[in-house]
């Protein structure tokens, strides 16, 4: 009985604890919705992700790494990136000193964006007619 009471107490703690408090991996990993080794995994494939790490490999997230981890999950899982295209977004950003992905960071295309898109979706429909007629 004690041990629910304490792991419950701990709970709490954890809610309580400020914006500014680093964070465990295991509070970083519930936050996030995703497994401790994906973490892990991705602290090897991004470069930009550098948890504290103490006595016995114990690691301690800052608030600006939980941040950057949020926004990889929403890049991979949201929007269907692949690891390399979140590489190459991150170093892109880097380059140009802002943290925004590479379309402004809102999800909102801009004149230019929109009008190669729309070039793009114009030559797609074109070859989609001309493999339609090669079929008959």
């Known amino acids: ?3 629910a009471t304490e792991r419950s107490t701990s709970r ?5 604890k400020s914006p500014s408090a680093f964070r465990t991996i295991s509070e970083v990993a519930g936050e996030l919705e995703v497994p401790q080794h994906v973490l892990r995994f991705w ?3 991004f470069s930009q992700v550098r948890p504290l790490k103490r006595g016995g490999g114990r690691r ?13 999950r929403r890049l991979l899982y949201s929007e269907g990136y692949t690891i ?9 950003g880097a380059k140009r000193g802002d943290g925004a992905e590479t379309n402004g960071g809102d999800g909102a295309l801009n004149a230019e964006q929109r009008r190669l898109l ?3 979706v114009d030559e797609l429909a074109s070859l989609r007619g001309i493999l339609a007629r090669r079929r008959v």
């Open 1 to 3: 009985m004690a041990d």
């Open 12 to 16: 709490a703690r954890r809610a309580t």
């Open 43 to 45: 602290e090897g494939k």
């Open 60 to 72: 301690y997230y800052r608030p600006e790494d939980v941040e950057l981890l949020r926004r990889i």
């Open 84 to 92: 390399r295209g979140v590489q190459k977004v991150l170093r892109e």
């Open 118 to 120: 729309e070039g793009v």
